[in-house]
């Protein structure tokens, strides 16, 4: 991977921090749950040490696009190939009661609206400036850094 300019991003957050998500489907920085945490992502710095959590299709004859829904801080990155056109949702959910469950969120939803296209899944967390190694444990519902 090479870095992205900085017009190939859009920004999703939730008034206490803000990811910035590239056309290619990549969150390269990240800092969480706050603005002044350290960062969880990073690559837009180091794209080597930096993490980050790249969601793609896996061929590359593909049209890259990207807008928010209206009115909100929902942003599509959809992607347009002869084969299928898929695309995925982020956001941060706003707002919530301090010690919910729900108030530091990042979700990402992926699907395909037409045809078939084949998604790749990379999720490389850089924690503390990529000075910390992360532990990671696997479940049933899915990865835990």
Not at 12 to 27: D, E, F, K, P, Q
Request: hydrophobic fraction near 40%; charged fraction near 20%.
């Amino acid at each position: 991977m090479s870095y992205q300019p900085i017009e190939n991003y859009g920004i999703i957050g939730n008034m206490r921090t803000a990811a910035l998500v590239g056309l290619n489907g990549s969150i390269d920085w990240l800092c969480f749950p706050h603005f002044d945490s350290p960062s969880v992502f990073g690559a837009i710095l180091d794209e080597h040490k930096g993490g980050r959590f790249r969601i793609a299709p896996r061929q590359d004859d593909v049209r890259l696009k990207q807008l928010y829904w209206p009115d909100t801080n929902v942003l599509t990155t959809r992607f347009l190939s002869a084969g299928g056109v898929g695309e995925i949702e982020d956001f941060m959910p706003a707002g919530g009661a301090v010690q919910s469950a729900q108030r530091d969120q990042l979700i990402r939803r992926v699907r395909v609206s037409r045809g078939s296209i084949r998604f790749q899944l990379e999720c490389q967390p850089a924690f503390d400036y990529g000075r910390a190694a992360p532990e990671t444990t696997i479940t049933g519902n899915g990865a835990i850094f």
